[in-house]
């Protein structure tokens, strides 16, 4: 059974810090595109981060270039996103999503909040 698990949110003062994980199980991160999302309230899911299957190619958001890096562990099968100066606009709830061909995968969500 196919199954992506984030980890990692939560609430987060301005200028920290979070590492938000995505457990996957039924099939192998390397092989797939592996990418995060969020949605905010009241707004459209967006596109955060990508890394492709081969090579490791990583693309980013402009509003998160510089602060955000996203990596896998293949021997973990996990794909992560390291989230550094973290501004208020970075509040939304964020999404693990795997795809290759005509399959794809999304996880449950997880919520970061960044307020003072």
């Known amino acids: 059974q196919v199954q992506l698990v984030e980890s990692g949110g939560g609430l987060v003062q301005p200028g920290g810090s979070l590492r938000l994980s995505c457990a996957a199980s039924?099939?192998?991160?390397?092989?797939?595109?592996m990418r995060w999302y969020r949605q905010a309230p009241g707004k459209e899911r967006e596109l955060v981060a990508g890394?492709?299957?081969?090579?490791?190619?990583?693309t980013y958001a402009d509003s998160v270039k510089g602060r955000f890096y996203i990596y896998r562990d293949n021997a973990k099968n996990t794909v992560s996103l390291q989230m550094n100066s973290l501004k208020p606009e970075d509040t939304a709830v964020y999404y693990c999503?795997?795809?290759?061909?005509?399959?794809?995968?999304w996880g449950q969500g997880t919520q970061v909040t960044v307020s003072s």
């Open positions: 890394i492709s299957s081969a090579g490791g190619v990583r």
């Open positions: 039924g099939f192998t991160v390397s092989t797939y595109a």
């Open positions: 999503n795997a795809i290759r061909d005509r399959d794809e995968y």
